[in-house]
């Protein structure tokens, strides 16, 4: 089962990444989540923070892709364009074939690859069944679909405290 649940790396968001510590590791592309990750669950695109960051990561050579379970493809193509990514839907993700499908996008080794994401069971177990390292994210906002919410109880029983990058969570 390999590194399980367990991330390489954790940070507070994804912006907190950036090109210098990525290439110091000998990573090369990211693997980025959307709800929660790129967007607040449920906002229809990406705060100007964040695209300004992914500008930044692309000239600073890195290479980006949106891989989502979510099954709204005019949603993903949204934040995707604005933030001028490729993206992957309906993903599958904790199963390897979304993760595969987005590194063949990136044409990068799986060792050169950093899945980005705000939950355990999805983004992290996924990314390290892949091969890839893993980075966890605190989620953005404490509002989240019914099914993630059940996810955040198992977190919480696996050992990871309660983050938000919003107020308000629990
Ligand atoms: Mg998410």
Known sequence: MGRGIKPDFQFLSVTDLDADWLRARRLGGL??????????????????????????????GIRTCIVSNSRKQAKVERV?????????????KPRRGGF???????????EE?????DQLFTDV???NR???????????????????KILRLLERAAGRPACF???GGK
């Open 31 to 60: 693997l980025l989540d959307m709800d929660n990750t790129l967007t607040p669950w449920n906002a229809p695109a990406a705060p100007a923070a964040t695209l300004a960051w992914g500008e930044k990561l692309r000239a600073g």
């Open 80 to 92: 995707a364009a604005a933030l001028a990514m490729p993206y992957v839907y309906r993903a599958g």
């Open 165 to 167: 990058q919003e107020p």
């Open 125 to 127: 177990f996924g990314g």
């Open 100 to 110: 595969e499908a987005g590194r063949r996008i990136l044409g990068l080794a799986p």
């Open 130 to 148: 892949a091969r890839m390292r893993t980075c966890l994210i605190c989620p953005i906002s404490p509002t989240e679909f019914i099914g993630t």
């Open 113 to 117: 690859i950093l899945v980005v994401g």
